[in-house]
């Protein structure tokens, strides 16, 4: 995994034969409270490690854009204009700095139903972001999210109920917790295993060193753990890496065992 070029709002990777292109669609901030203990409790103390802006917590908001220079897949969308922040919605300026011609999208994989990650289908002026697509894998529990806003889209979701490739490198895989159909997405390349994923981790500052935090939106908060426990096992191996979605911008990095957790090596400085 090497990086080739950034900008304020990109960052784009070699992967073998593949080009990772990190997208940043802003950041959202979230009070402390929403960390969660083993008994489903706020956590007492946050560990100074983790930093706060405004006594809050700051997440980013990435998605990923993964080519072999002749197919694609646009993994997460962004939140569009539906939480009406100045901070977020930025994934189609992100689309233009990495040279991303929206029409080039046939296939978008969502890791799951919530907003910030499924919104950006739709454009703030209602049209459809993405011209030419052709299908939106999505896990089965979360499908139902294509209503309203998103009713134009419905007729090209595919529901994933277990593992499934969705192209000759990438693999759909559930991983249910933080919601019925939350999916990650393996990605295969010459240089490894890259693993896509939603909401397994939100503050990449606490919750590797002590993955059995959770989160207070986590639908069934033991499930996720469980979920996350599984999936930091297998990023430590060797030539594995993550892509996630609220690791600091760019977000892409090397999970290590470390103690009774893990740590994390980002694999290119911050971004935005």
């Known amino acids: 995994m090497r990086l080739m070029s950034s900008g304020r709002l990109h960052a784009t990777f070699e992967f073998g034969d593949l080009r990772v292109i990190s997208l940043r669609d802003g ?4 009070p402390p409270t929403r960390l969660r203990d083993e008994d489903g409790c706020a956590l007492d103390q946050l560990p100074a490690a983790v930093p706060l802006v405004g006594g809050n917590l700051r997440l980013a908001v990435n998605a990923f854009f993964v080519t072999d220079g002749t197919r694609s897949v646009l993994i997460d969308t962004g939140a569009s204009d539906v ?30 139903r919530h907003e910030d990650h499924v919104s950006g289908l739709i454009a703030p002026d209602g049209s459809e ?21 998103l009713e134009p889209i419905r007729d ?15 693999t759909a895989i559930p991983a249910p917790g933080h919601t ?7 990605v295969r390349g ?13 503050v990449p500052a606490l919750q590797f060193d002590r993955p059995n935090v959770s989160w207070e939106f986590d639908g069934d908060q033991s499930q996720a753990r469980s979920a ?3 999936l930091l096992e297998r990023l430590s191996r060797p030539h594995h890496f993550v892509a996630g979605a609220h690791l600091d911008s760019p977000g892409i990095a090397r999970v290590t065992p470390s103690g ?3 740590a994390l090596e980002h694999l290119a400085p911050p971004i935005g």
Request: charged residues 25%; aromatic residues 10%; glycine residues 10%.
């Open 27 to 30: 950041y959202i901030d979230m």
């Open 83 to 112: 939480w009406h922040e100045p901070t977020m919605g930025l994934i189609y300026d992100a689309l233009d700095e990495a040279g991303v011609d929206r029409a080039r999208v046939t296939d978008v994989a969502i890791t799951h």
């Open 129 to 149: 972001a993405f011209p030419e697509l052709e299908r939106v894998w999505i896990g089965a529990g979360d499908a139902s999210v294509f209503t309203g806003r």
């Open 156 to 170: 090209r979701v595919v529901p994933v109920s277990e593992e499934v490739a969705i192209n000759d490198w990438t």
């Open 180 to 186: 019925p159909g939350h999916t990650v997405y393996e």
């Open 190 to 202: 010459g240089a490894g295993h890259l693993l896509v994923w939603g909401d397994t981790v939100h």
């Open 228 to 230: 996350r426990a599984a």
């Open 260 to 262: 009774d957790g893990y």
